[in-house]
């Protein structure tokens, strides 16, 4: 199987969706980036039901980037049931959230996310950092195989 290159933002805000969307394309990756607005959306794309029952269970994302303070479902119960399927268990999932709570920072560690970065107030130092990010995850990450 080859290495997948999709990335599933989960995105509630819409000024950050295109602030990293843009910072991604900006950092020249050209991977597919799949966006879901709540907690719901996310499981439903990533265990192919709803409406994303046509989507292939073989097409996981590379990464998911994953916001904590969602709609329907949080990020932390999105990433509790990920870490609950064997089939998504290994899947990278970088926390990114503007939530700078220590107990969001322990409960999303605690519940399998491979990452947590803070979303920067500054715009400059946000693009950076999902720049960045995109290229760690999608570059140089070597994912497990199947």
């Known amino acids: 199987m080859s290495k997948p290159h999709t990335i599933l933002l989960v995105e509630d805000n819409p000024q950050d969706e295109m602030l990293i969307l843009r910072s991604l394309r900006k950092a020249n990756l050209a991977n597919r980036i799949n966006v879901v607005r709540d907690g719901q959306q996310a499981l439903d794309y990533l265990f192919c039901q709803g409406e994303f029952a046509d989507h292939s269970p073989e097409e996981l994302p590379a990464v998911v980037l994953l916001d904590i303070g969602l709609p329907r479902l949080s990020g932390l119960e ?6 609950a399927a064997p089939r998504t268990r290994l899947l990278p999932v970088v926390i990114l959230t503007s939530s700078d709570e220590e107990m969001d920072r322990l409960k999303s560690y605690e ?13 400059a130092e946000f693009a950076e950092t999902v720049a960045r990010l995109g290229i760690y995850w999608i570059a140089t990450n070597q994912p497990p195989h199947g």
């Not at 999105?78 to 870490?83: K, N, S, Y």
């Not at 519940?111 to 715009?123: E, L, Q, T």
């Open 78 to 83: 999105v990433l509790e049931r990920l870490r």
């Open 111 to 123: 519940d399998g996310a491979n990452s947590f970065v803070r979303k920067p107030v500054d715009f």
